[in-house]
């Protein structure tokens, strides 16, 4: 016997359809890009440049010069409640025990992410801006080579936390005193702009 979809279910069920389609899109969809998608490629800085920029927040916030793992987490950001976990694990992971890490948060954000985080000032944020077009996101500086080696995304995948760690790719070339100066600005994920 064959039933037929009364008119009043149907509609219900497209509205339900249309409901998870915008819901799906204003919490994670509308945030998948690449990551430079928000700065103007044209415009960035060589990487020379983004050495002495460094160098300046180096100073400017008198952070030893050591390796270091800088991550860049707005709390705003719908894109970082896929890292908070994998950020969290980077900072008390063995491996990279050569690095010292930071948590840096945009000035005037809820810092309850990451409660050891660093609140920018708006200076720094502003500088830092120039370096990292996207959020969330990390920066590898080399002590060796004392030079930026990566500006990226934490892993390769599309939701951040997810995929290939690309700071241990990263960390790896830097144990063999290669720079890779490695920084993915079409890779594809959830990100917000800085």
């Avoid at 992971?93 to 810092?111: L, M």
């Avoid at 370096?131 to 995304?153: D, M």
């Amino acid at each position: 016997m064959i039933r037929f979809v009364s008119a009043r279910n149907l509609i219900f069920a497209s509205i339900w359809v249309g409901l998870i389609v915008l819901f799906f899109w204003i919490f994670f969809a509308r945030s998948i890009n690449y990551f430079g998608q928000h700065k103007n490629l044209e415009l960035q800085p060589s990487w020379e440049s983004k050495d002495r920029q460094f160098e300046k927040l180096l100073v400017q916030m008198n952070l030893k010069k050591k390796n270091i793992i800088l991550h860049l987490v707005d709390p705003d950001c719908s894109c970082s409640r896929f890292s908070i976990n994998y950020v969290k694990g980077l900072l008390s992971n063995n491996d990279y025990s050569d690095f010292t890490q930071y948590v840096f948060i945009p000035p005037g954000k809820e810092n309850s992410l990451f409660p050891a985080g660093i609140t920018l000032s708006e200076n720094n944020y502003q500088l830092l801006k120039q370096l990292i077009p996207s959020t969330p996101a990390a920066l590898i500086w080399s002590q060796a080579s004392k030079k930026v080696a990566f500006i990226g995304a934490h892993t390769s995948g599309e939701i951040c936390g997810q995929g290939k760690s690309n700071l241990e790719i990263v960390v790896a070339n830097l144990k063999r005193n290669v720079n890779p100066k490695y920084f993915p600005f079409f890779q594809k994920g959830c990100f917000c702009s800085t």
